[in-house]
């Protein structure tokens, strides 16, 4: 069963316009969760996580994200998209037997001018 | 710069043939993994090491062998390739197993078998 569910496939928005990356996970206690860009041809670069306290946590290139634990949801934001920010987005959360994250399937970001 | 060196970028193998899958770490980390990326189901784990002389199976890891060679440097086996290895592999390494720190990822290896 999937751990992590990223229901959005694809998302497009304008240059300028705000961004919501939705994430949900099934997890038995508190999780630890992360959400990692991915550019093109690239690995995976980590935006951010959550551990514990704050539930409104500040990552890199501007983007923030939300805990919710009452909608097991890990929500991604970002006031205003660039166009640098076109790229594939995972949600992640662990760990799951001491040692491994389970990664949702991934948002495709696309930017238009 | 620091980080996760995956070698090669790509590669394309007939059925039946073998490959290994480099990956070096130089940030004196003390797990790494492999991870495949299939469209539509995100990152998988194949295999991890927890620390040196360590390997313990993932998810996935049929098909797939491991080799922990030193501290830096963390190798993936293909014995004898099918299409359903077709897939974008990954390495990664963090300081301790536990997720508490997020995983450095090398830039991935696209493997084609044909």
């Known amino acids: 069963a999937q751990s992590v569910t990223q229901p959005d496939i694809h998302i497009t928005v304008s240059e300028g316009a705000s961004l919501e990356l939705r994430c949900n996970y099934s997890?038995?206690?508190?999780?630890?969760l992360f959400w990692y860009v991915q550019s093109p041809g690239q690995g995976l670069q980590l935006l951010l996580k959550?551990?514990?306290?704050?539930?409104l946590v500040q990552g890199i290139k501007g983007f923030e994200a939300e805990f919710k634990r009452s909608q097991s949801s890990f929500n991604l934001r970002k006031p205003s998209v660039h166009w640098s920010d076109a790229a594939e987005y995972f949600c992640?959360?662990?760990?799951?037997?001491?040692?491994?994250?389970?990664f949702g399937a991934g948002t495709r970001l696309t930017v238009k001018p | 710069n620091a980080g996760v060196t995956q070698t090669p970028k790509f590669q394309v193998l007939k059925t039946g043939q073998s490959m290994t899958l480099q990956c070096a770490q130089d940030?004196?980390?003390?797990?790494m993994y492999w991870y495949r990326q299939d469209p539509g189901m995100g990152l998988r784990l194949i295999y991890y090491s927890a620390s040196e002389g360590t390997t313990d199976k993932g998810e996935v890891p049929n098909g797939y062998n491991v080799s922990r060679l030193n501290k830096r440097e963390f190798s993936l086996r293909l014995e004898s390739a099918a299409p359903s290895q077709t897939s974008v592999y990954f390495c990664?390494?963090?300081?301790?197993?536990?997720?508490?720190?997020?995983?450095?990822f090398g830039s991935g290896t696209r493997l084609t078998v044909v």
């Open positions: 940030m004196n980390h003390n797990s």
């Open positions: 992640a959360v662990g760990p799951y037997n001491n040692n491994d994250m389970r």
């Open positions: 959550y551990f514990s306290g704050d539930t």
């Open positions: 990664a390494s963090s300081e301790n197993t536990g997720s508490f720190y997020g995983y450095t």
């Open positions: 997890y038995g206690a508190t999780p630890y």
